[in-house]
């Protein structure tokens, strides 16, 4: 029996378990601590208001849980949040985590840079010349190339960040893409060009693969999922700089307007290095590595403002470490068979090797890597409407992005999915039925009317697929296997990539607009898949997602939880959570 005057203990009931064994053992547990004098803690939701009432002598606080924050977290996590808590922006120390991760998500910057660098230097006749006029299959390995680099490095980016840690894995990328840019920058013959491409995309593996992780894993419970899903929509940041770079330097009557886009590769990651040597480690990678008292440490300062006997703290300790302790128990390997292993981790190696692929073959990379040639065909083809229409696609979809990732939390995932690939597939319909007009000897009025419809169909992609191509699968896998998950979908994106870029160019110079057509069946059973296979993640912490797809076994109970606030100890009295709406950190 614990006799320390200051300790305090945990008990808590979720709402929808049943709740009699634990009841009766925290009600034996009161006894105990109440006969030394100890302060006594007990979260109970409205439905078991009968137990709290025998021990309102204790104290008589309510905790307010707001319904925003139990759309986010759910209601077990959102019972320890600080009642009416003051905004994020009061907090230094939340200040401080959210200007890191703030830095972080503008990593995924580089992806986007390559993309609309390329869409640009296919505009620019002098990078044109310089790599011999590339055309067909020798374009596609030209564009393709970077991920190339990608799909050889992610198993060991996976490797990395759970051997060493998520954040000197990420400074690893910096090495790389600081050669593959200066060696970019200085090529003197296509081959030299292709081979930094290929370096580039090998620090796009090791940010791609380790910075969701990274954020997804530090980010306060309500803030992570608009957090992780910011995270993609810094590649329309980096596209934004690519596309008005290549258009300011278009006229440039040297090789430098292509090299001054090639060195500014470096331009966002440079600025945003402070953030990242400023960024905590992850504190379930500290818990799994066994550094625990680090972890605490993390929560308290971070999660709790730097209050020991912060409850948030606590019970996300005490449910982190003890998902990872059962998660080691229940899977004795974490190899990429174990991914396979069972029905639940079968459901999720589908729904995110899926994900990467649909994420490529939705139809948006035919008008993504090859604006140029597409603008063509519909009859736009000086080089500074089609670097202007480029430069402002990326402005709509960085917005259209930030929208969607500011709302996963408010309409939820499922529905962000399905909203936004209904409207692919409408304005792909209607792309598909202007072009073929325009092709079959339509007017340049009708050709013109195809951009709108561009912009449409980007604008229903980046709402949904640019902030939950990551967020989605980095918050679906165990801890165990987050990294392998991860390492999964991109190999998949980028094997798709790959693939699309090599074919696309065929498949456009052959047979022109009838390609969109296969996008149109892609699109429609792609809405089918997601309608039946992606459960709603929302209103769930990362340990407790486990439940939505069966794995109770890994998943720590309310009892568990328990023990281990009370063995660690926590902060202030709750006899009664109310369910009402609230202000929120």
């Known amino acids: 029996m614990c006799t320390d005057p200051i300790t305090r203990v945990y008990i808590y009931l979720s709402p929808t378990h049943r709740y009699a064994s634990v009841v009766n053992k925290a009600l034996h547990q009161i006894r105990q601590f109440t006969e030394i004098g100890t302060s006594f803690i007990f979260i109970t939701c409205s439905s078991y208001n009968i137990f709290t009432n025998q021990y309102r002598n204790t104290g008589n606080s309510t905790a307010m849980v707001s319904n925003s924050n139990q759309k986010s977290v759910g209601a077990e996590l959102a019972a320890v949040l600080p009642a009416n808590d003051k905004a994020w922006y009061k907090k230094p120390n939340l200040i401080y985590l959210n200007f890191c991760l703030f830095s ?51 198993p060991v980016v996976a490797w990395a960040s759970n051997k060493y840690g998520r954040k000197p894995t ?139 006997t912060s409850a948030l703290a606590a ?33 999720r190696t589908f729904i995110t090797v899926f994900l990467g692929v649909f994420d490529q073959w939705a139809g948006q990379n035919v008008a993504g890597y090859y604006l140029p040639p597409v603008l063509t065909s519909i009859g736009i083809t000086t080089v500074t409407k089609q670097t202007l229409i480029n430069g402002f696609l990326q402005i709509w979809n960085l917005l259209c992005a930030l929208t969607g990732a500011f709302n996963v939390d408010r309409v939820g995932r499922r529905f962000l999915f399905l909203f936004a690939t209904a409207g692919m597939l409408v304005s792909y319909i209607l792309i598909t039925a202007l072009s073929a007009t325009f092709a079959n000897g339509g007017s340049s009025t009708i050709g013109t009317a195809v951009v709108p419809f561009l912009f449409l169909m980007y604008g229903f992609f980046s709402l949904a697929f640019t902030p939950l191509v990551v967020a989605y699968p980095v918050e679906i896998w165990p801890y ?22 090599f074919v696309n160019p065929i498949a456009l110079g052959s047979i022109q607009w009838r390609y969109y057509l296969l996008f149109v069946f892609i699109l429609a059973g792609g809405g089918l898949v997601i309608y039946f296979m992606f459960p709603e993640t929302r209103g769930h912490s990362l340990e407790e997602m486990a439940r939505i797809f069966g794995d109770e076994d890994s998943v720590p109970t309310e009892e568990d939880i328990a023990e281990k606030m009370a063995a660690n100890g926590t902060s202030e009295h709750i006899d009664h959570v109310n369910v009402t709406a609230g202000k929120t950190a």
Not at 325 to 334: A, G, I, N, P, Y
Not at 482 to 491: E, K, V, Y
Request: aromatic share 14%; hydrophobic share 45%; with cysteine.
């Open 480 to 501: 165990q296997l987050r990294s392998r998950g991860l390492a999964t979908m991109w190999i998949s994106t980028a094997t798709a990539v790959f693939f699309n870029i």
């Open 315 to 347: 019970f996300e300790f005490a449910e982190i470490s003890g998902s990872i302790q059962m998660e080691r128990e229940f899977q004795k390997t974490t190899s990429y068979r174990q991914m396979l292993a069972t029905p639940a981790n079968r459901k």
């Open 170 to 308: 990420i400074f690893v990328g910096y090495f790389f893409l600081a050669l593959g840019a200066g060696i970019q920058t200085g090529a003197i013959n296509p081959a030299m060009f292709v081979m930094a491409r290929i370096i580039v995309g090998v620090a796009s593996a090791f940010f791609g693969g380790c910075v969701p992780l990274l954020m997804t894993e530090t980010a306060y419970p309500t803030h992570r999922g608009i957090l992780t899903s910011l995270y993609m929509c810094g590649w329309y940041v980096g596209s934004f700089v690519a596309a008005w770079t290549t258009f300011g330097t278009r006229n440039y009557d040297s090789s430098w307007s292509w090299r001054i886009p090639s060195i500014l590769q470096m331009l966002i990651p440079a600025l945003v290095l402070p953030g990242l040597i400023m960024m905590p480690e992850s504190p379930r990678y500290l818990i799994s590595t066994e550094r625990t008292e680090e972890a605490r440490a993390f929560l308290v300062k971070y999660h709790g403002e730097g209050d020991v």
């Open 104 to 154: 972080l998500f503008m990593l995924s910057s580089g992806n986007g840079y390559d993309g609309s660098m390329l869409n640009g230097l296919l505009a620019l006749p002098r990078w044109y010349s310089f790599m011999g006029s590339p055309t067909g299959a020798w374009l596609g390995f030209v564009a393709g190339a970077s991920n190339l680099g990608s799909i050889v490095c992610f």
